[in-house]
């Protein structure tokens, strides 16, 4: 087992490959003695009827400089293999990933705390800016999605 995770981190608009990232999210010689990996996708359901599609938006370099901290504050918290956070941007439709996230360890409890670790902080912390858009009886209507009070209460757990 090496220190160093392996650390991959990349916001994209092209359609996550989940397959592959699963493949590289487990690869290894041995080291690897359990994943997780959470994927969260557009959903249909929301608390206004008529959700078509999303369009996210980030801020280049500084939302990649802040995934790769609270990677890093995983890392510092358990003892990880492999980490793998992927983002989109652009415009989804519903069932379209979002993010992925996979953690490798030698052991399970890590991969779990550390993946809900990260989901945690990625929501509340990282540059991301969520429009979500209706159509409802032939009207389009936009709305930005504001903070959840149920996200930021989620990283209160792990101070």
Same mark, same amino acid.
């Given at each position: 087992?090496?220190?160093? @995770?392996? $650390?991959?981190?990349? $916001? !994209? +608009?092209?359609?996550?490959?989940?397959?592959?990232?699963?493949?590289? #999210?487990?690869?290894?010689?041995?080291?690897?003695? #359990?994943?997780?990996?959470?994927?969260?996708?557009?959903?249909?359901?929301? +608390? &206004?009827?008529?959700?078509? &599609?999303?369009?996210?938006?980030? /801020?280049?370099?500084?939302?990649?400089?802040?995934?790769?901290? $609270?990677?890093?504050?995983? =890392?510092s918290r358990w003892k990880l293999n492999r980490v793998i956070v992927f983002h989109r941007v652009?415009?989804?439709?519903?069932?379209? @990933?979002?993010? /992925? =996230?996979?953690? #490798?360890?030698?052991?399970?409890?890590? !991969?779990f705390e550390a993946t809900q670790f990260i989901m945690d902080y990625l929501k509340n912390d990282?540059?991301?800016?969520?429009?979500?858009?209706?159509?409802?009886q032939q009207e389009e209507s936009e709305v930005w999605v504001k903070a959840k009070q149920t996200? $930021?209460?989620?990283?209160?757990?792990?101070?």
């Amino acid at each position: 087992m090496t220190d160093n @995770p392996q $650390i991959l981190i990349e $916001i !994209c +608009e092209s359609p996550l490959d989940v397959n592959e990232l699963n493949a590289k #999210a487990q690869s290894g010689s041995g080291e690897i003695g #359990a994943s997780v990996v959470f994927t969260g996708n557009v959903r249909t359901a929301t +608390e &206004a009827d008529g959700l078509v &599609a999303m369009t996210l938006e980030h /801020y280049p370099g500084m939302t990649e400089h802040q995934l790769s901290k $609270i990677v890093e504050n995983a =890392i510092s918290r358990w003892k990880l293999n492999r980490v793998i956070v992927f983002h989109r941007v652009g415009k989804l439709v519903a069932g379209d @990933p979002i993010v /992925y =996230i996979a953690v #490798a360890s030698l052991h399970r409890k890590e !991969c779990f705390e550390a993946t809900q670790f990260i989901m945690d902080y990625l929501k509340n912390d990282a540059t991301f800016w969520k429009k979500e858009h209706f159509l409802k009886q032939q009207e389009e209507s936009e709305v930005w999605v504001k903070a959840k009070q149920t996200d $930021i209460d989620s990283v209160k757990k792990w101070v």
